[in-house]
């Protein structure tokens, strides 16, 4: 048995897409959330000032006894995992590889798409991991700004002309080339699975990035004794704005509200 905590963080509210998943495979674990709500969107970053902010956040998580630490956002695990990995002395998860290896299992035609923020696209790693494990593969990459401020503000219903049109928008050239795989590669998208998943098709598996990654963390970690652990959230900006929309995310209410945190102190 390994007690410690699991640390989490992304620039805002989508890791948590990632922590609910780890609730539901692996509910005896403890885990520790930071959201860098006071900086979010990291995607519209230079990789410079993505890594620094990084650094930041995990600085901070370290100042728990963690026996890992996930990086539940796409940003940062395409622009900063090896830098972050290198000077950790525990495993660090990020979204990337767990999510491409789900998509070579599931692709069946080798073209797969990739949505994500402008920094995850530009940064080029998800094709790099696709395309070196099968170099005959197809992959059609497409960034997605507009999405992470949607979610973050409730904008993800079927019906809301706001962002089926933007949905529409961003991905009709996905959809003209023919793919049947699309990850997710930010974990604010999920909370657009339904209007991706309309648009897209049944024919078009999502991937979903953050959930992903929880099960390569199920499959590599010493796991905890049994019981139910507890999550701790902390953020840099608003606790009382987080509380509210983490049920969005989560699909339940946070138990305890978030802690403030000075994250430019670390």
Request: hydrophobic share 40%; proline share 6%; with cysteine.
């Amino acid at each position: 048995m390994d007690n410690r905590p699991i640390g989490v963080f992304d620039s805002g509210l989508g890791g948590l897409t990632t922590v609910r998943r780890l609730h539901e495979a692996m509910p005896a674990e403890s885990i520790v959330y930071f959201g860098d709500t006071g900086r979010v969107p990291y995607g519209a970053r230079s990789p410079e000032t993505i890594t620094r902010y990084a650094r930041q956040d995990v600085a901070f998580l370290r100042s728990f006894d963690l026996k890992a630490i996930v990086i539940a956002c796409g940003t940062v695990s395409s622009v900063a995992l090896d830098t972050l990995s290198a000077e950790s002395d525990i495993p660090v998860i990020g979204v990337v590889w767990p999510a491409c290896a789900q998509a070579l299992r599931e692709t069946r035609n080798g073209r797969i798409g990739v949505i994500g923020t402008s920094s995850t696209i530009r940064s080029g790693s998800y094709e790099r991991m696709l395309l070196t494990a099968r170099p005959e593969l197809r992959v059609f990459t497409q960034p997605c700004p507009l999405f992470v401020p949607l979610v973050e503000n409730g904008r993800v219903q079927r019906g809301d002309v706001v962002i089926e049109t933007v949905v529409r928008e961003y991905l009709s050239g996905l959809k003209e080339e023919g793919i049947d795989t699309l990850i997710l590669g930010c974990t604010h998208y999920p909370l657009l699975r339904g209007v991706i998943a309309s648009y897209m098709g049944p024919s078009v598996k999502l991937v979903d990035s953050g959930a992903a990654a929880a099960d390569a963390v199920r499959t590599m970690l010493i796991p905890a004794g049994r019981g139910r652990g507890q999550t701790r959230y902390f953020v840099s900006d608003d606790p009382a704005s987080f509380r509210q929309l983490a049920a969005l995310f989560l699909s339940e209410e946070i138990a305890h509200p978030a802690e403030l945190v000075d994250i430019s102190s670390y």
